[in-house]
């Protein structure tokens, strides 16, 4: 038997069964088009061989387009009334035993996924986009690749380069996991309720080789929030607070990292941040306001 995919009038008639109104505080529109959820599929080039993980999967209607591959799905929602449900909507659509495993949660507090997941595909809840991303590129190291849809201010920041109008902290923070591009848009139609912002797709791979350890990763991350806290500032000013207390403590932390102490955070890639991270270990005192970079 075949997956089947959820139509707008099933996904209606399901959220009155479950009384469940999409609401601004969670981020939820419903995708109701299986053509956009087989899209969504395909650009992330799943098949039988990979087990996803799926955040928000709501009333189920991209989770069945993954199964409708072939992949197994780890679904994580934090609405009880919708994870309780979307086993019953997977069986009741086709999907093999075992493909599917919801876990009760908020993406933000999972530490540990059945399954060990090496995809992500969602459609993330827009106020929680960015958080959800970095905390899952955080702590699952097996996620190699994956495609999100999220709105398409946050999507344009993730897919930045350095010197671009929207490039900021999303940018270089996504950088040190891997290359992002933008891979589509999204039509507000497809959603129920239509939202009142554009969607875009976003795909990213995962580097083959860490850049750092957590230390050192927490101490890069430290710095962009700096540099970017008040982005017109030069960074020998804007740095002078975590790399010494002094805007010539952070021009000699800069030109020792190969980087121009009148430069600003907005046109500096992941790379020139880590070396200035790398600079900030060598340098003595201990500077204050970051963590240690050893490791």
């Given at each position: 038997?075949?997956?089947?995919?959820?139509?707008?009038?099933?996904?209606?008639?399901?959220?009155?069964?479950?009384?469940v109104?999409?609401?601004?505080?969670?981020?939820?529109?419903?995708?109701?088009?299986a053509?956009?959820?087989?899209?969504i599929?395909?650009?992330?080039?799943?098949?039988?061989?990979?087990?996803?993980?799926?955040?928000?999967?709501?009333?189920?209607?991209l989770?069945?387009?993954i199964?409708?591959?072939?992949?197994?799905?780890?679904?994580?929602?934090?609405d009880?009334?919708?994870?309780?449900?979307?086993?019953?909507?997977?069986?009741?659509h086709?999907?093999?035993?075992?493909?599917?495993?919801?876990?009760?949660?908020?993406?933000?507090?999972?530490?540990?996924?059945?399954?060990?997941?090496?995809?992500?595909v969602?459609?993330?809840?827009?106020?929680?986009?960015?958080?959800?991303?970095?905390?899952?590129?955080?702590?699952?190291?097996?996620?190699?690749?994956?495609?999100?849809?999220?709105?398409?201010?946050?999507?344009?920041?993730?897919?930045?380069?350095?010197?671009?109008?929207?490039?900021?902290?999303?940018?270089?923070?996504?950088?040190?996991?891997?290359?992002?591009?933008?891979?589509?848009?999204?039509?507000?139609?497809?959603?129920?309720?239509?939202?009142?912002v554009?969607?875009?797709?976003?795909?990213?791979?995962?580097d083959?080789?860490?850049?750092?350890s957590?230390?050192?990763?927490?101490?890069?991350?430290?710095?962009?929030?700096?540099?970017?806290q008040?982005?017109?500032?030069?960074?020998?000013?804007?740095?002078?607070?975590?790399?010494?207390?002094?805007?010539?403590?952070?021009?000699?932390?800069?030109?020792?990292?190969?980087?121009?102490?009148?430069?600003?955070?907005?046109?500096?890639?992941?790379?020139?941040?880590?070396?200035?991270?790398?600079?900030?270990?060598?340098?003595?005192?201990?500077?204050?306001?970051?963590?240690?970079?050893?490791?």
């Amino acid at each position: 038997m075949s997956v089947t995919l959820l139509g707008a009038s099933e996904i209606r008639r399901l959220a009155v069964e479950l009384d469940v109104t999409p609401t601004k505080k969670l981020g939820q529109n419903f995708v109701v088009d299986a053509n956009t959820v087989r899209r969504i599929v395909q650009i992330a080039r799943v098949d039988a061989d990979h087990r996803v993980v799926e955040v928000g999967p709501g009333l189920g209607s991209l989770t069945l387009a993954i199964l409708e591959a072939g992949a197994s799905v780890t679904a994580v929602e934090i609405d009880h009334r919708l994870a309780a449900r979307l086993p019953r909507t997977a069986r009741e659509h086709g999907a093999p035993e075992g493909a599917l495993t919801v876990v009760d949660a908020d993406a933000l507090r999972v530490t540990d996924l059945p399954g060990d997941p090496s995809v992500l595909v969602a459609n993330l809840p827009y106020n929680v986009s960015v958080p959800v991303l970095l905390h899952l590129l955080e702590h699952f190291a097996r996620l190699e690749r994956g495609v999100v849809m999220v709105q398409a201010e946050v999507g344009e920041r993730l897919a930045a380069a350095p010197g671009s109008k929207v490039y900021g902290v999303p940018s270089v923070k996504a950088a040190w996991y891997g290359t992002w591009r933008l891979a589509g848009m999204v039509s507000r139609q497809v959603f129920w309720p239509v939202p009142n912002v554009d969607s875009v797709l976003v795909a990213f791979d995962r580097d083959a080789r860490p850049r750092g350890s957590d230390d050192q990763r927490r101490a890069v991350f430290t710095i962009v929030d700096a540099a970017f806290q008040q982005r017109r500032k030069m960074l020998r000013q804007a740095l002078a607070a975590v790399l010494g207390g002094s805007a010539a403590d952070a021009s000699a932390v800069l030109t020792a990292a190969g980087v121009a102490p009148t430069a600003r955070g907005e046109e500096l890639g992941i790379d020139d941040f880590v070396r200035i991270a790398a600079a900030v270990r060598e340098a003595s005192p201990e500077p204050r306001g970051i963590v240690s970079l050893d490791g």
